[in-house]
């Protein structure tokens, strides 16, 4: 079975500064790849996915991702942090695409001024 | 607009009495998701469909069930079996296919007292 791990539960930025999210997974054969954001008491928004191909992967509100396979990463970054991306990061990795998708257990963004 | 409807937003009941939480989607989507979102404790999966008529158990299903008589429909029922039903509550759906991400509704807080 397919794990994934974000290291960091909380992490702290100042606006502007950029920013890099952690995710690891551990699965036995090419991974589908997700990051969803999360704002208080909303639903999940999917960031940005990673099926194939390109390893770097660009995603909505500026945010990009990039696959590491001799890395099992699939770290989240930012150039330039905004207040309003305070929120919770998930990722996730799937079997197929969506089916059998597993999610870390978020990190939370706070963004100060 | 497409999307994932997720009603009520929030929800009481008291404990010992069953409550069904809706979900409707107008993405034509064949698969959809259950989930239980707990703080520190990412999102985890209660149930699933990839067809109408057809669900399965996810990692969390005891003191829950679900029918899928309509494609567009998949309510969610907590019974006075779940143990510790206060939670955030979200639904999901996805294409079919290998290609495809989830999307979520904006989710329910179910509070039993």
């Known amino acids: 079975a397919q794990s994934v791990t974000q290291p960091d539960i909380h992490i702290t930025v100042s606006e502007g500064a950029s920013l890099e999210l952690r995710c690891n997974y551990s699965?036995?054969?090419?991974?589908?790849l997700f990051w969803y954001v999360q704002s208080p008491g909303q639903g999940l928004q999917l960031l940005l996915k990673?099926?194939?191909?390109?390893?770097l992967v660009q995603g909505i509100k500026g945010f990009e991702a990039e696959f590491k396979r001799s890395q099992s990463s699939f770290n989240l970054r930012k150039p330039s942090v905004h207040w309003s991306d305070a929120a919770e990061y998930f990722c996730?990795?799937?079997?197929?695409?969506?089916?059998?998708?597993?999610f870390g257990i978020g990190t939370k963004l706070q963004v100060i001024p | 607009d497409g999307g994932i409807t997720q009603s009520p937003k929030y929800l009481f009941r008291k404990e010992g009495q069953n409550v069904t939480l809706s979900c409707e989607q107008n993405?034509?989507?064949?698969?959809m998701y259950w989930y239980r979102q707990d703080p520190g404790q990412g999102l985890r999966l209660i149930y699933y469909?990839?067809?109408?008529?057809?669900?399965q158990k996810g990692d969390i299903a005891e003191g829950y069930s679900v029918s899928r008589e309509k494609k567009e429909s998949f309510p969610l029922t907590v019974t006075s079996a779940q143990k510790n039903p206060t939670a955030f509550y979200l639904c999901?759906?996805?294409?079919?296919?290998?290609?495809?991400?989830?999307?979520f509704g904006q989710g329910t807080r179910l509070t039993v007292v």
């Open positions: 999901a759906s996805s294409g079919a296919g290998l290609n495809t991400e989830a999307f």
């Open positions: 996730a990795v799937g079997v197929r695409g969506y089916q059998k998708v597993t």
């Open positions: 469909s990839q067809i109408v008529n057809d669900f």
């Open positions: 699965y036995g054969a090419t991974p589908y």
């Open positions: 993405l034509n989507h064949d698969a």
């Open positions: 990673y099926f194939s191909g390109d390893t």
